[in-house]
């Protein structure tokens, strides 16, 4: 699960913060905290999705290198989400495995949203019940971004192999009563987005999808072409040339339905990255995002090899602002332009998700107010 564009939006980093920002990046060190931080919970899930880089029963996983007592418990959380508000960050995003096992995260949204950040959740949603339905709109939790990869139930098992159709139907009925619950106390929130990684199993509905999206009031969505994380993944699930194909065309039609409904649609899809432009493109993570693995190791972005030397370190054993105003993460953003740099560092640099994400930035960062110092052209 990654971050995506439409979090990005330019209202909420505010006009002093994005200068602090562009200041930053002309001179290559950081003025201001991240604009988001991921931070994990616990290494768990409770699922084995088909394409998932840790669960996966096809290839070597992650979660084989992973220790299953790590944990960012509610003290570290705490202390960190207050330093990242000292230091201006915007989002707190839940986001690691399946958040909805972690006991502890309604407290880590409560925390955030005290702390007067934004805070989203990015979940598979099939342990959201009637008691935490609930609590997520009292809290107004900002975003909730439900993973459910398939437009109907008899797909849903193709691709979450733990579960049956029943599953989905619960999902969707759960879906439905946040709506309900968030008419009933008048509120926007959670703001809800469905999303699909598409692969082979479940390519041909995309149009389905934007339906259900419809069926459930839901006003966001995501269609994203899985990434493979191994060769096993990629020989059984890529598509074929034919099945990208037929995509496209569903595609069109999918998109006249999201108008038709008002649908905001995210696209990420990996072709862009085949042209030297998406190759090329200035990644501005350093200046805007940080992740935070379960274990409290600090790295500059998700795809970032997990080994903790090429983290920025650990925040067990130093503070979140000694780490992001540190050497080796000025290091990190002086690399911004070179993608040959950032991959010696440990970075993969070649997901769709932030090439949107640093077109996003880029677009923000090139407002008309700051065109009189345009930079990177
Ligand atoms: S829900 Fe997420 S973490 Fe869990 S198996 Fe699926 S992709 Fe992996
Ligand atoms: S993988 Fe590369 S391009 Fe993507 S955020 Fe990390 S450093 Fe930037």
Same mark, same amino acid.
């Given at each position: ?297 600090? !790295? ?65 960062? !090139? ?11």
């Amino acid at each position: 699960m990654s971050l995506s564009a439409s979090f990005l939006d330019s209202k909420n980093a505010g006009f002093l913060y994005k200068s602090k920002v562009f200041a930053g990046i002309l001179s290559k060190k950081a003025f201001v905290g991240p604009y988001v931080v991921v931070i994990g919970g616990k290494y768990n899930c409770n699922y084995k999705c088909v394409f998932c880089e840790w669960f996966s029963s096809i290839g070597k996983k992650l979660g084989e290198e992973i220790n299953a007592d790590c944990y960012v418990n509610l003290d570290v959380y705490r202390n960190v989400v207050r330093e990242l508000r000292g230091l201006g960050t915007k989002i707190i995003l839940i986001d690691y495995l399946e958040p909805f096992t972690d006991s502890d995260l309604i407290e880590k949204i409560e925390i955030a949203k005290q702390t007067n950040l934004k805070c989203i959740v990015i979940t598979n949603g099939s342990l959201i019940d009637e008691q935490n339905a609930e609590k997520l709109v009292n809290l107004k939790l900002d975003y909730l971004n439900i993973s459910i990869n398939a437009g109907k139930a008899e797909t849903y098992p193709l691709i979450h192999l733990t579960e049956t159709e029943q599953t989905f139907e619960r999902i969707v009925s759960m879906i439905k009563l946040i709506q309900k619950l968030k008419k009933q106390k008048r509120t926007i929130f959670p703001q809800i987005r469905l999303s699909i990684v598409v692969c082979n199993r479940n390519y041909q509905e995309i149009e389905r999808f934007v339906e259900l999206c419809n069926e459930t009031g839901v006003k966001n969505s995501l269609i994203k072409k899985m990434v493979p994380t191994s060769k096993e993944i990629a020989d059984e699930l890529d598509l074929t040339c034919e099945q990208e194909k037929e995509i496209k065309e569903n595609l069109a039609q999918a998109l006249k339905t999201a108008k038709k409904h008002k649908i905001n649609v995210d696209i990420e899809w990996g072709d862009s990255l085949d042209s030297k432009n998406a190759q090329n493109l200035p990644c501005y993570y350093g200046w805007l995002f940080s992740f935070v693995d379960v274990s409290g190791y600090v !790295h500059p972005c998700c795809f970032q090899d997990r080994d903790p030397n090429c983290s920025m370190g650990n925040i067990r054993e130093d503070s979140f602002t000694n780490l992001w105003f540190s050497e080796k993460y000025r290091d990190f953003r002086k690399n911004y332009r070179s993608i040959d740099k950032r991959r010696k560092m440990g970075c993969q640099c070649n997901h769709p998700s932030c090439f949107s994400n640093n077109q996003q930035i880029y677009k923000i960062l !090139h407002e008309s107010y700051l065109l009189p110092i345009t930079y990177g052209k």
